[in-house]
C-alpha cells in the first residue's frame, strides 16, 4: 500500500481542538481521525442551524477547488457530501470519497443520489444504524459492498464514572427530542429531572411551551458540567420523536460510557437496537406514550440495583470497543482502502482524466442509481461550541 495517499477531511461545521488541549472537553471524532491520517481539514465554520446547509456547500466548495491536492477526502455529513459528490459527479472528477450519512431519506437527498448520480462518486457510504442502511440498500440502490454501519461512538477517556452522589435523572440533547413527553411521564413524582437542552447544530428539538413542573429543571451546561451531570444521575432517559434516523445517539453514548442505564423512545432509527439492547444496557419504550415512559422511569428509580446492572453492561461494552479509539481505527482502516483501490486506477502520467470542464451528457438526470492534523482551512466566522445531539 502506498504511504504517500493524500486525505482531507471535509467539515460542514467548526472543527474544534483547544477545549480538549485545555481538558474541558473529549475528544473530537474527526480531530482524532485527522491525526491518525496525516489528513488536513477543511473546515465550514457556521454551527448555527439556520446556516448549517449554507456552511456544508461553502466547505464543499472549498474541497473541490483543492480537490487535486488530496486522493481521498472523507466528508463528516449529507450537507458536505451531499455537494461535493454532485460536483465530483458533474465535472467527471476521480476522487475517493468516503461520505457519513446520517438521514438519506429525506427527499432533497435522494434527488441528487437517485436521479443526478452522485452516488457514483461516494466510495464508502457510512451510515449509523440498520434503519438508514436498509434505505440506502433498498430505495438508493447502492451495492452492499459500498455501505457500512460505523457507529460514532463517545470519548470513554473523557466520558467515565466520577463516582458523585446520585440524586434524580437527567436528559439531554436537542435533536428530535419529545421532552414534552418526558414532562408528563414525571409530573407529579417526588424525583427531580434535570435536562440540559441546548445544541448549536439544531433547532428541530421540542421541548414544553408551557410552565415546567417544580420537579423539572432546564439548564445549559458545557462538557465538564454535562459530564458531572450523567454521573450524579440515577439514569439517563432520551425521549425522541418517531423518525427513521439515530437521533439522540450521541447522548446515549455519552451516558452508556459514563455507566448509566438509558432509557430510549423506540423510534423507527432504535428499532433494531443498534445502541441499547433492551433489558440488557437499557430499556425501550414506545414514543409518545408518557405512560410507558413513566413506568419504565418508576422501574429503575425503585430499582437502583437494576439500574446499576444496566449500567455496568453499558460501560462494558463501551470498553469492549464501542468506544472513539475503535472508531477512529475503524473509519482510518476505511480511508486507506479507498485509497488503495483508487491508487490501483491511477492512470498513467500524461493521460487526462479531469480536463476540467463537465461534458452536456452530465447534466442530464438519470433514472437509476448506482446498481491537520496540523493544519485547515476554514470557511465563515466561528460561533460556539455544541455539547451533546
Not at 128 to 134: M, N
Given at each position: 500500500?502506498?504511504?504517500?495517499?493524500?486525505?482531507?477531511?471535509?467539515?460542514?461545521?467548526?472543527?474544534?481542538?483547544?477545549?480538549?488541549?485545555?481538558?474541558?472537553?473529549?475528544?473530537?471524532?474527526?480531530?482524532?481521525?485527522?491525526?491518525?491520517?496525516?489528513?488536513?481539514?477543511?473546515?465550514?465554520?457556521?454551527?448555527?442551524?439556520?446556516?448549517?446547509?449554507?456552511?456544508?456547500?461553502?466547505?464543499?466548495?472549498?474541497?473541490?477547488?483543492?480537490?487535486?491536492?488530496?486522493?481521498?477526502?472523507?466528508?463528516?455529513?449529507?450537507?458536505?457530501?451531499?455537494?461535493?459528490?454532485?460536483?465530483?459527479?458533474?465535472?467527471?472528477?476521480?476522487?475517493?470519497?468516503?461520505?457519513?450519512?446520517?438521514?438519506?431519506?429525506?427527499?432533497?437527498?435522494?434527488?441528487?443520489?437517485?436521479?443526478?448520480?452522485?452516488?457514483?462518486?461516494?466510495?464508502?457510504?457510512?451510515?449509523?444504524?440498520?434503519?438508514?442502511?436498509?434505505?440506502?440498500?433498498?430505495?438508493?440502490?447502492?451495492?452492499?459492498?459500498?455501505?457500512?454501519?460505523?457507529?460514532t461512538a463517545a470519548d470513554a477517556d473523557f466520558w467515565h464514572p466520577l463516582g458523585l452522589p446520585q440524586s434524580g435523572i437527567c436528559g439531554a440533547g436537542l435533536e428530535r427530542r419529545?421532552?414534552?413527553?418526558?414532562?408528563?411521564?414525571?409530573?407529579?413524582?417526588?424525583?427531580?429531572?434535570?435536562?440540559a437542552a441546548a445544541s448549536p447544530w439544531t433547532s428541530r428539538g421540542n421541548f414544553p411551551r408551557r410552565e415546567l413542573p417544580p420537579n423539572v429543571i432546564r439548564r445549559r451546561l458545557?462538557?465538564?458540567?454535562?459530564?458531572?451531570?450523567?454521573?450524579?444521575?440515577?439514569?439517563?432517559?432520551?425521549?425522541?420523536?418517531?423518525?427513521?434516523?439515530?437521533?439522540?445517539?450521541?447522548?446515549?453514548?455519552?451516558?452508556?460510557?459514563?455507566?448509566?442505564?438509558?432509557?430510549?423512545?423506540?423510534?423507527?432509527?432504535?428499532?433494531?437496537?443498534?445502541?441499547?439492547?433492551?433489558?440488557?444496557?437499557?430499556?425501550?419504550?414506545?414514543?409518545?406514550?408518557?405512560?410507558?415512559?413513566?413506568?419504565?422511569?418508576?422501574?429503575?428509580?425503585?430499582?437502583?440495583?437494576?439500574?446499576?446492572?444496566?449500567?455496568?453492561?453499558?460501560?462494558?461494552?463501551?470498553?469492549?470497543?464501542?468506544?472513539?479509539?475503535?472508531?477512529?481505527?475503524?473509519?482510518?482502516?476505511?480511508?486507506?482502502?479507498?485509497?488503495?483501490?483508487?491508487?490501483?486506477?491511477?492512470?498513467?502520467?500524461?493521460?487526462?482524466?479531469?480536463?476540467?470542464?463537465?461534458?452536456?451528457?452530465?447534466?442530464?438526470?438519470?433514472?437509476?442509481?448506482?446498481?491537520?492534523?496540523?493544519?485547515?482551512?476554514?470557511?465563515?466566522?466561528?460561533?460556539?461550541?455544541?455539547?451533546?445531539?
Open positions: 500500500m502506498s504511504t504517500d495517499t493524500r486525505y482531507a477531511i471535509l467539515l460542514s461545521g467548526p472543527g474544534r481542538r483547544e477545549d480538549v488541549a485545555e481538558g474541558q472537553g473529549p475528544r473530537h471524532d474527526w480531530s482524532s481521525l485527522a491525526d491518525a491520517l496525516g489528513a488536513r481539514r477543511i473546515e465550514g465554520r457556521s454551527a448555527w442551524p439556520r446556516l448549517a446547509t449554507l456552511s456544508g456547500l461553502m466547505a464543499a466548495w472549498a474541497a473541490f477547488q483543492q480537490r487535486s491536492e488530496y486522493d481521498v477526502i472523507i466528508s463528516d455529513a449529507e450537507r458536505s457530501g451531499l455537494p461535493l459528490a454532485l460536483m465530483l459527479k458533474l465535472t467527471g472528477t476521480q476522487r475517493g470519497h468516503v461520505m457519513v450519512g446520517h438521514w438519506l431519506s429525506p427527499m432533497k437527498k435522494r434527488v441528487p443520489l437517485q436521479w443526478f448520480g452522485a452516488a457514483e462518486t461516494i466510495d464508502r457510504l457510512i451510515l449509523k444504524g440498520a434503519t438508514q442502511k436498509e434505505f440506502a440498500l433498498e430505495h438508493l440502490g447502492f451495492p452492499r459492498a459500498k455501505v457500512e454501519v460505523v457507529p419529545d421532552y414534552p413527553t418526558l414532562v408528563e411521564a414525571v409530573r407529579g413524582l417526588d424525583l427531580r429531572v434535570t435536562i458545557g462538557y465538564l458540567g454535562l459530564r458531572e451531570l450523567y454521573d450524579r444521575s440515577e439514569f439517563v432517559v432520551v425521549p425522541l420523536v418517531d423518525v427513521d434516523f439515530q437521533a439522540g445517539s450521541l447522548v446515549i453514548y455519552e451516558a452508556m460510557a459514563m455507566g448509566k442505564a438509558v432509557i430510549v423512545s423506540r423510534t423507527r432509527g432504535h428499532a433494531h437496537g443498534d445502541i441499547v439492547q433492551d433489558g440488557e444496557t437499557g430499556i425501550l419504550v414506545p414514543p409518545a406514550d408518557p405512560a410507558a415512559l413513566r413506568e419504565a422511569i418508576i422501574r429503575l428509580h425503585e430499582n437502583p440495583t437494576e439500574a446499576r446492572r444496566l449500567g455496568a453492561n453499558a460501560r462494558r461494552i463501551v470498553h469492549d470497543g464501542l468506544n472513539l479509539d475503535a472508531y477512529v481505527q475503524h473509519m482510518a482502516w476505511i480511508a486507506r482502502e479507498v485509497g488503495t483501490k483508487r491508487s490501483a486506477l491511477t492512470p498513467s502520467p500524461g493521460l487526462v482524466v479531469n480536463p476540467g470542464m463537465p461534458a452536456l451528457s452530465l447534466f442530464t438526470p438519470t433514472a437509476s442509481p448506482v446498481g491537520q492534523a496540523a493544519d485547515s482551512t476554514s470557511i465563515g466566522t466561528s460561533t460556539p461550541r455544541s455539547v451533546s445531539m
